[in-house]
């Protein structure tokens, strides 16, 4: 199994350009979680779906931000507009349960705003 | 989910064995207890879990006592490698739709030659 992949691994963008970061999680895990983490805030939960449909989006800071999930083989957070305090690093995890045991995390998206 | 509290940090040296206290007071009877290791640049990953009294596994040991309401993750023989923030979780094993992993500040671990 790959893990959870994500891309890019790297994003820099200047101030008030779209960014639009992947996921394809594990094969039949059910729920999927976007993560961000910062030195300040350490690791925030976004939002995470289950079966394809988001269940809780109260971590998401504001409407510039937005996920989907079209299939359970790949979600997508996308900012528009983006800022330079959007700069961190976006995980991605998946697990097939839930809970708190097996979740896998993806290498993350470092996201640099300019 | 349940409050945990630990270290913001600790220091360790190359071989000695390093012990991370959780205090998890509100833990439910349907709680586990779980730890992740991220190094840097990397996400978090499981080591280990337990429900009650003493779990080993081929990276660690996790100690919980009768009460539950601490834990303590035991690193054996630390090396350089194991340089890494540490994790302590508490909620349900196998969860439904309503259970998101959060995570708190967790342990610096440095390990020096």
């Given at each position: 199994d790959a893990g959870v992949i994500q891309s890019p691994r790297h994003e820099v963008t200047e101030m008030g350009q779209e960014v639009t970061l992947r996921c394809k999680p594990i094969s039949g895990h059910n729920s999927l979680f976007w993560y961000r983490q910062t030195m300040m805030r350490g690791l925030e939960l976004l939002i995470y779906f289950n079966n394809n449909v988001p269940i809780d989006d109260s971590g998401m800071p504001e409407d510039r931000f937005s996920a989907k999930m079209p299939n359970a083989s790949f979600s997508t957070l996308k900012i528009q507009p983006s800022e330079p305090r959007d700069s961190a690093v976006y995980f991605c995890a998946s697990s097939?349960?839930?809970?708190?045991?097996g979740y896998t995390f993806g290498s993350g998206t470092r996201l640099t705003v300019v | 989910l349940a409050k945990t509290t630990q270290p913001i940090s600790m220091d360790s040296y190359e071989g000695q064995e390093v012990n991370i206290t959780c205090s998890h007071n509100?833990?439910?009877?349907?709680d586990y207890i779980t730890w992740y290791q991220q190094f840097p640049s990397q996400g978090p990953r499981f080591i280990i879990q337990g429900y009650k009294t003493k779990v080993t596994n081929e990276v660690a040991s996790l100690f919980i006592p009768a009460d539950r309401k601490s834990s303590t993750l035991s690193l054996p023989?630390?090396?350089?490698?194991?340089?890494a923030v540490y994790y302590c979780l508490v909620g349900e094993r196998l969860g439904s739709a309503g259970n998101m992993l959060t995570f708190g500040g967790g342990t610096r671990l440095m390990v020096k030659p």
């Open positions: 097939g349960t839930g809970g708190i045991y | 509100n833990i439910a009877t349907n023989r630390v090396s350089l490698s194991d340089t």
